[in-house]
């Protein structure tokens, strides 16, 4: 696939500051053992594409840590690969970016030294399975400018502010935009913060906002020229969600042990992520696990009901755990019991200790923290 | 400065692996699948790499496609390098003839000339079957220290069992004086572990020499290292502690892979210390249902749990379905039973598929191990009886 592909790191840092007080969005750990730009970074590896460029802001010290060279998603390559775009500082602004047109403008040498026909943008926290090929043929047949990818969603359980509505015609061109989405409306088509364009067409406007003055993605370049570009409208069906609050965090987690979700997010490619060489889980002979994602390196002695556990988390003999999300190297002593709680990494739990949040309000743990 | 390497290891992984029958009919021995997510040759390459060596040439010789494929430029072991790394040494034509590897020393008497592009002092001769926790760094101070010109890495073993084994009778500071083939009434506990460092000179002298003999099966244990002891050279024995298991049976295969559970395990590979590194499955987390259960097992990565799993190792995307039943045994990695299906006292090679109520092995007493090979499939009702060995492409 003749494509480049461009991932976001830190877009929605700001919708979920208990996750990423020590990392960026693209560095959250999700679903046991991957990290939410694993799923970006394997649909574009998995669609063929070898050059992706990482925009970066802030707190990416982990992210740095977790992709490496990129050779775990075949991407530590002599030409291309993965590179990292951290913030260039520039005569004129000698602050960080705000938005996601000044991020792109950090990525303009990136872009305009590549000789790749398309250019494939998206979001690190959307987390899906999709093959970017297909996308480029609709694109193609449809003799786009601009593809946009969407998803249907019920109005009425959509939160966090980061939703762009778009209403499409029947041909699949976009009709127009709304930033705004109101609880009555039904099903909706929201963007899923994914779209392909030439690489070239992209260049010129970031330029054409940059000397415009223009800073809003979303407004300034998607909306405003709804009639100007034909922009279509791509759907992505089956799993896909983005992580726009703590609680959506919890729920879209706690969807993926349903055996559809899985299947939609695990079944096609394979989803990449650092290889840590863990050793297989070991289950005690009390043990008691029911609808639970176990990852590697775990010992579980107790009970697990309905949660998702992390690489190399302990879990103590007696010891209940029930509705969770308990991240890598989190240690739960023995005879605890443990109820709708998120822990960061590396949590200890002692003996005998209490917890509970409930299901419309899990209660979070930071990182390394000793209860 | 990187002229040369000290030293360079030399692992032995063309052997068919035969007493592991269906197991070994498409791989060689050392690709043989084991605990879970590794493969046997992941501990003597981890060893390597844990004590420092970073050059080691793997002799392949039976079926090496899946072996060369799986070691590929040896990436998960850290043995991708511009000097040194892993290189996959098969036999070769030359000027004067080609020949298969005829035996140990042969094998690396025809690969004389990689040792010899290193330059090193010393060189460690291994096997791809073992499973072992060792720093081979600890061995080498030992020989460098002693003078020796070879050291045998030997093993306490109870002697009741050492005349099963190759007995190493030592002297003071444990200098060998004798070497026993499987004796009667053995002298010593000690049980070489067919693990050797040479000091290169000696090695490429004694290769040669044995070269020109008639009457040799150019074996190290039956023909080197006795003739260098008839020479009065200085050997010693390195007293391995520690677990060391030969898995070329498929007794103990099986034995190996169950020293892995329990509370307490007699084999203990999560200490991150040693870590035992190995080519990652790319699968998800395992998933274990509502009426799932895994009690005393380990379990990899991908596994669809519905049925009941008990004291067993699962290899990944291992499905075990609702009512199915695994008991005491090994399943490598993509293999499905079905449902009602139950499995006990076996090893399932990858990609078996066990049928509806089928019945595979016994819980009866002395325990015989069913095997089942690569991709056999196990119709519907039918019982495959304990101790029963099948072809996977039957």
């Known amino acids: ?371 | 400065m990187l002229s040369h390497k000290e030293c360079v290891a030399m692992l032995l992984a063309g052997g068919q692996g035969s007493r592991l029958y269906a197991l070994t009919s498409k791989i060689a021995k050392p690709a043989v699948p084991f605990g879970g997510k590794y493969r046997i040759i992941d501990f003597p390459l981890s060893n390597c790499i844990n004590s420092g060596i970073d050059t080691v040439g793997v002799l392949t010789q039976y079926e090496p496609l899946v072996l060369n494929d799986y070691i590929g430029n040896g990436q998960p072991w850290d043995l991708d390098r511009m000097y040194g790394g892993v290189h996959i040494l098969s036999p070769y034509q030359a000027k004067r003839g080609s020949e298969w590897y005829k035996g140990t020393a042969n094998a690396i008497y025809q690969n004389i000339s990689f040792i010899k592009s290193y330059n090193p002092k010393y060189v460690l001769i291994l096997s791809g079957d073992h499973i072992y926790k060792m720093n081979y760094d600890k061995m080498l101070q030992e020989h460098k220290e002693k003078g020796a010109d070879v050291t045998v890495a030997t093993i306490k073993v109870p002697i009741k069992e050492a005349s099963r084994f190759g007995i190493v009778n030592v002297g003071d500071k444990n200098r060998i004086v004798e070497f026993e083939e499987k004796p009667a009434n053995p002298k010593s506990d000690l049980a070489s572990m067919g693990i050797y460092i040479f000091s290169a000179e000696k090695l490429y002298k004694y290769l040669e020499e044995d070269e020109q003999k008639t009457d040799t099966s150019n074996d190290f244990g039956k023909n080197i290292l006795p003739t260098m002891l008839a020479n009065g050279e200085k050997m010693f024995a390195h007293i391995f502690e520690g677990y060391w298991k030969d898995v070329g049976t498929i007794d103990s295969l099986f034995e190996a892979n169950m020293d892995l559970l329990g509370p307490n395990p007699s084999f203990d590979i999560s200490d991150r210390a040693w870590l035992i590194h190995s080519k990652n499955p790319i699968a998800p987390p395992h998933y274990i249902g509502e009426k799932g259960s895994a009690k005393g097992s380990i379990v990899a990565l991908g596994c669809e749990i519905e049925g009941t799993a008990e004291n067993s190792v699962l290899s990944a995307n291992v499905k075990i379905e609702e009512g199915a039943i695994v008991k005491d045994s090994v399943i490598f990695s993509g293999s499905v039973i079905k449902k009602g299906a139950i499995v006990c006292n076996s090893i399932i090679d990858e990609n078996v598929v066990i049928g509806e109520n089928a019945k595979v092995g016994s819980e009866e007493l002395p325990r015989k191990i069913a095997v089942l090979g690569c991709g056999a499939k196990v119709f519907e009702n039918e019982i495959i009886e304990a101790g029963k060995i099948v072809e996977g492409n039957r």
Request: proline share 2%; glycine share 8%.
């Open chain 1, 1 to 371: 696939m003749d494509a480049l592909g461009i991932i976001f790191s830190n877009i929605h840092d700001e919708s979920l500051p208990e996750l990423t007080a020590y990392r960026t969005t693209a560095s959250i750990p999700f679903c046991g053992r991957y990290r939410l730009i694993d799923f970006a970074l394997s649909n574009m590896v998995n669609s063929g594409m070898t050059k992706v460029g990482v925009i970066t802001k802030s707190n990416y010290q982990s992210l740095m840590d977790h992709i490496g060279s990129g050779k775990d998603w075949d991407l530590a390559r002599r030409h291309g690969g993965l590179i990292i775009l951290p913030p260039f500082g520039v005569k004129e602004s000698t602050s960080l970016y705000n938005t996601r047109l000044e991020a792109l403008k950090t990525a303009t040498g990136f872009l305009s030294k590549s000789t790749e026909e398309y250019v494939v943008l998206s979001d690190s926290d959307a987390v899906c399975s999709m093959d970017y090929t297909e996308l480029l043929s609709y694109h193609n047949d449809n003799n786009a400018d601009m593809t946009l990818v969407y998803f249907k969603a019920n109005a009425e359980r959509i939160d966090g502010n980061n939703n762009l509505q778009l209403i499409v015609d029947n041909d699949g061109r976009v009709a127009d935009m709304a930033f705004n989405v109101k609880k009555d409306m039904g099903e909706v088509c929201l963007y899923a913060n994914i779209c392909i364009m030439r690489r070239t067409m992209l260049l010129n406007l970031i330029q054409d906002a940059v000397s415009h003055g223009k800073t809003h993605f979303a407004a300034d370049i998607l909306a405003a020229n709804v009639n100007h570009f034909k922009i279509y409208a791509y759907e992505h069906q089956g799993y896909f969600t983005r992580i726009s609050s703590l609680q959506s965090y919890y729920d879209e987690s706690l969807k993926l042990l349903n055996k559809e979700n899985r299947d939609s997010l695990f079944g096609s490619g394979g989803i990449y992520t650092k290889v840590k060489d863990s050793v297989p889980t070991t289950y005690g002979t009390d043990s008691v696990v029911n609808n639970s994602l176990i990852a590697d390196g775990c010992t579980i002695e107790g009970k697990v009901y309905n949660s998702i556990i992390f690489r190399g988390v302990k879990v103590g003999k007696g010891t209940v755990i029930k509705n969770s999300i308990l991240m890598q190297g989190t240690m739960i002593g023995e005879n605890a019991t443990v109820n709708c709680i998120i822990t960061d990494k590396n949590v200890i739990v002692k003996d005998r200790r209490l917890l509970s949040g409930s299901l419309n309000h899990p209660f979070f743990i930071n990182k390394s923290t000793v209860i």
